[in-house]
């Protein structure tokens, strides 16, 4: 079945350490995103690539890195200048174009810093 | 600048009641809307979209119809059940060159039997 896959699905990290977050997709999906969710709250877009080898800044980009090199995967790098990382953290694609193409979300990676 | 605005939560319920969760949009242009459902603890899953105005989304009993008179997107549900309690997120699909989405705050729907 297609779809997205993230892993892990809970995740600890001592402060100031970089940890990555995994997300793949087999849906054919040119777009990706990563989305962070705090408790109680909507989601805030981190990164979005519509393309590989290309990625935009969301709008709380700080603190965070992506890549980018394959069409099916797209990392998120949460660096030790994130200064407060402990979210649920949700990735997600969709097809790209002016058609209204819906995005599909993964099970998303809770994060906590002990 | 673009945003989209849902009625606070936590909205209970007692099950086979009329459920309504409002959504207002601001927006250039002709967004597309969409309704996302979230269960604990997992991702988000698409639970209806319309694509332009008296557009009508339906889906597992679910309804909203795009107004852009309003500028809103309200769900409507004729008899919630239990099984419906989760959150609901209202999202609007900018229409540059980004094709990002904008959510809502989300509102929590818990359904007692």
């Known amino acids: 079945d297609g779809g997205i896959t993230q892993s892990p699905k809970y995740l600890f990290r001592k402060e100031g350490q970089n940890v990555t977050l995994s997300c793949e997709q087999n849906l054919n999906h040119d777009a990706m995103y990563w989305y962070r969710q705090d408790p109680g709250q909507g989601l805030r877009l981190i990164y979005y690539?519509?393309?590989?080898?290309?990625?935009q800044k969301g709008d709380i980009a700080e603190g965070y890195s992506v890549s980018r090199e394959k069409k099916e995967s797209f990392p998120l790098t949460v660096t030790s200048a994130q200064k407060n990382p402990t979210a649920f953290y949700l990735c997600?694609?969709?097809?790209?174009?002016?058609?209204?193409?819906?995005?599909?979300f993964g099970p998303g990676t809770r994060l906590t810093v002990l | 600048g673009d945003s989209v605005t849902q009625m606070e939560g936590p909205v209970t319920l007692s099950e086979e009641a009329f459920l309504t969760i409002n959504c207002t949009y601001t927006a250039t242009g002709y967004p597309s809307l969409f309704w996302y459902v979230q269960y604990p603890g997992e991702g988000l899953q698409l639970l209806l979209k319309?694509?332009?105005?008296?557009d009508k989304g339906s889906n597992k009993g679910f309804e909203a119809t795009y107004r852009k008179e309003t500028t809103s997107f309200h769900l409507e549900k004729g008899s919630v059940q239990v099984s419906d309690s989760a959150v609901y997120f209202c999202?609007?699909?900018?229409?540059?060159?980004?094709?990002?989405?904008?959510f809502g705050s989300g509102t929590r729907l818990l359904v007692r039997p």
């Open positions: 319309a694509t332009k105005a008296d």
């Open positions: 690539s519509q393309i590989v080898n290309d990625f």
């Open positions: 997600a694609s969709s097809k790209s174009g002016d058609s209204p193409n819906e995005q599909f």
């Open positions: 999202a609007l699909r900018l229409m540059d060159s980004s094709y990002k989405l904008i």
